[in-house]
Structures are given as structure tokens and as C-alpha cells.
């Protein structure tokens, strides 16, 4: 097969980037490794920062009326931090005037991938042996289908939006990597049960801390700060909720609404960026380039702002013949990337309990919670952050 941009990985950023570049008439096949259904069944964050909406909406993903983002998703004018056993409400819509969506990401995937196969999108899930090559002359990504045929597919250039695991971001020679390790991991759960409350509770306790979402009216999300090496297998439904209540605990008596857990696992946890995300005619979108630790859900919002980075800059290279924007595109893309690498390893910070944290620690961790909260300026600082700087 012949296109003009060859993007390996199907998930939110190749889907966008895919559909991105059909509007402006410029082709591309898709390649992932996983299927549909594996996809739509691994569950990830579940925040869209108000560009991400807008980027659902207003570039024709959905036919007019039917912004499932809007309808299904849920406004959220601002979060809670608790500690010290109380709850402080951050209002974003009288900070910043701005609100975050509740979306799951596995649902912004089912309405991009809907889009794509309605607009005759090429997509090829569930292949293997992708192997791209030629990143500096001619672009080739060969694999082998689910029937064990060889395929090859010639492009102008090539994306990398493979995830965390990317094999694309090793072709970018003389790259540099920089990472953070962190000392604990998250505990997810799905449970069967009404909301405990109406916006999103970031709770830090002397046990560590936990994270109270939301999916449906019925089902709910929630996440407990854990040992990297923790057996999900470990944990019974009873523990779960005895650990999830001792962190909620406080002096006003707040409990959290019980039921089944019906999902359970749990999340790696790390800081990471590459760059150039740049070599020839390769470039890498999203988690191929960098990953943020879960605290603040900024993953897939820094995705979808680098493909529509990446779209502008694509047009401008097949359909201007301007190559100087690609050696833009990784200053404009780490711009916005670090702004949130550092916020992220901030609310993670001020949220969890470090490994063999003092009681000095303990203290001076309280001492910031409570200055963000009692101060205008430094609730609107996290207000910024968390509802997404502008591109
Ligand atoms: C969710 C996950 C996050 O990491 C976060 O900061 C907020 C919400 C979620 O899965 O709902």
C-alpha cells in the first residue's frame, strides 16, 4: 500500500491525527497491534481538559447534535483536596473560568475509532512484527496481518504514536531521555456502586494517598497510592474499601458509598520525556515521547495537544512543501510537555507519602496543601495547570 502518512498506533492520538489530516485531504493508514476490543476495554483516565473537548467538537468527529462528549460526558467546574481530615473545594469556573470534562478515555477511543471507519478510515488492528524503517528517505512500516500475511505500507512519512511501549521512539538518533522514578504505584478499581461525590476528591492521609472518580451513576472509579510490587490478587473487597475509608476518614464523618468491585489492578507510575520527537520523516505523538505520572490526568490531554501540533505541522510539509515546520515541532510540542511533566510530578508530590517520609515531611507537606487552598493565587495556579494552558 501507498499513503502519504503511515501512523503506528490506533489509540486516541493516531485515531485524531488520522482524522485530523482526512479533513484537510491528506490519507494515512493506521497500524496497531491491538485489537478494538482491547483497546476499548483498558481503562485509563477519565479527565479532558477544555481544548481536548473542543478538539472533539469542533472538528467534525461527531455530526452535528451529537457530541457524545457533551451529553455523556460529565462538566466538572472544579475538584476537592482533602487533608488533615477536611475537604477544600477548588472552584476552577470562579478561578480561571474554565471546567474540565469527566470523559473516559476509553469512550473518547469508541467516538474517534466511529468516526474514522464512517469517514473510510484504513485501519489495520490486531496485526504484529510492526517494523518501520527507511525514517530518513522513504518511510516504510512492514507487518504481518491476524492471517500471518506479510504487508508493506510506503509512505511520505511516518508517525509514532505507539504508547508508552513505542518501538518508533528508538529510531530518533541521537535522542536524549529523561526520567523520574517513583516509589509507589496506584491500586485502580471499578466498582458497582452510587457516587460518593458529585466532583473528583484528591485525598491525602497519613496512609498515602487516594483518589475518589467517577464513571456512570452506577459505576465509579477510585485509586489508592500502592506498592509498585502490589498483587491485585492480594486485595479482597473488604480491604479495599477498609483501606479506601481509613484515607477518606475525617472529623466530618465522611464515608465513601460501597459496593462490588468489579475491576482491579494496578498502574505504573513514572515520569518520562525523549526528545528530539523529530528524526527525518518520523515523529512521535504522545506517550512515544513522553509520560506523566497519573496524578492530574494530563496523559491523553499533552496527546491530543500534540496532534493538533502535528496535523498543522504535517499539512505544511506535504501540502506546502514547507520541511522547516517539522524541525519546529518538537520545541513547540515540549513547550506544553514540560509545563506538564512538572506539573504532574507536583500534584504527586503534594499528594503522596514519599518513601520513609519524616515527620518534618508529614508537616511541611500539610503546610502546602494548606497555603494552596487558603490562597487565591496559588489555587489558581493549580486551577491553570489542571484545566490546560493555552497551545
Ligand atoms: C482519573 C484519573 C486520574 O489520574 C485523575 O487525575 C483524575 C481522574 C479517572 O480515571 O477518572
Redesign the pocket.
Known amino acids: 500500500t501507498r499513503t502519504q502518512v503511515a501512523i503506528v498506533g490506533g489509540g486516541p492520538a493516531g485515531l485524531l491525527l488520522s482524522h485530523l489530516l482526512h479533513r484537510v485531504g491528506i490519507d494515512s493508514v493506521v497500524v496497531d497491534h491491538r485489537s478494538v476490543d482491547e483497546i476499548e476495554t483498558t481503562h485509563r483516565?477519565?479527565?479532558l481538559e477544555p481544548d481536548s473537548v473542543r478538539l472533539l467538537t469542533d472538528t467534525g468527529v461527531y455530526a452535528a447534535g451529537q457530541e457524545r462528549v457533551l451529553t455523556e460526558g460529565d462538566r466538572h467546574g472544579g475538584i476537592y483536596l482533602r487533608f488533615g481530615g477536611e475537604s477544600h473545594h477548588l472552584d476552577f469556573e470562579d478561578l480561571v473560568g474554565a471546567s474540565v470534562w469527566?470523559y473516559p478515555q476509553t469512550e473518547v477511543f469508541v467516538d474517534l475509532h466511529r468516526a474514522r471507519v464512517r469517514d473510510g478510515g484504513d485501519l489495520r488492528y490486531g496485526i504484529s512484527q510492526t517494523a518501520v524503517s527507511d525514517v530518513e528517505t522513504a518511510p516504510r512500516v512492514a507487518y504481518v496481518d491476524a492471517d500471518g500475511a506479510q504487508h508493506e505500507v510506503l509512505a511520505d512519512m511516518v508517525v509514532g504514536a505507539d504508547g508508552s511501549r513505542s518501538v518508533c521512539r528508538d529510531l530518533v538518533v541521537g535522542n536524549e531521555r529523561f526520567f523520574r522514578e517513583y516509589p509507589f504505584a496506584w491500586f485502580g478499581i471499578l466498582c458497582e456502586a452510587p457516587k460518593s461525590s458529585s466532583e473528583?476528591i484528591y485525598a491525602r492521609s497519613d496512609r498515602g494517598f487516594a483518589?475518589i472518580?467517577q464513571r456512570t451513576e452506577s459505576v465509579q472509579?477510585m485509586y489508592f497510592q500502592c506498592d509498585p510490587q502490589e498483587d491485585p490478587g492480594a486485595w479482597s473487597d473488604d480491604r479495599i474499601w477498609s483501606e479506601l475509608q481509613h484515607r477518606l476518614a475525617g472529623a466530618d464523618g465522611y464515608r465513601l458509598q460501597e459496593g462490588p468491585v468489579i475491576e482491579k489492578s494496578v498502574l505504573p507510575f513514572r515520569s518520562f520525556v525523549q526528545t528530539p520527537m523529530q528524526h527525518g520523516r518520523l515523529v512521535l505523538a504522545g506517550d512515544a515521547a513522553h509520560t506523566v505520572p497519573?496524578?492530574?490526568?494530563k496523559g491523553l490531554n499533552l496527546a491530543l495537544q500534540d496532534v493538533k501540533v502535528l496535523a498543522e505541522v504535517i499539512e505544511q510539509v506535504m501540502v506546502e512543501g514547507d520541511d522547516a515546520a517539522l524541525a519546529g515541532y518538537t520545541d513547540r510540542a515540549l513547550a506544553r510537555v514540560w509545563k506538564a511533566q512538572h506539573f504532574s510530578y507536583w500534584m504527586t508530590t503534594m499528594l503522596h507519602r514519599g518513601d520513609g517520609s519524616s515527620e518534618f515531611d508529614e508537616r511541611r507537606q500539610l503546610g502546602e496543601l494548606a497555603s494552596l487552598v487558603s490562597s487565591r493565587a496559588g489555587a489558581t495556579y493549580l486551577a491553570e495547570g489542571y484545566t490546560g494552558w493555552p497551545q
Open positions: 483516565a477519565g479527565i469527566l473528583l483518589l472518580s472509579r497519573p496524578t492530574g490526568a
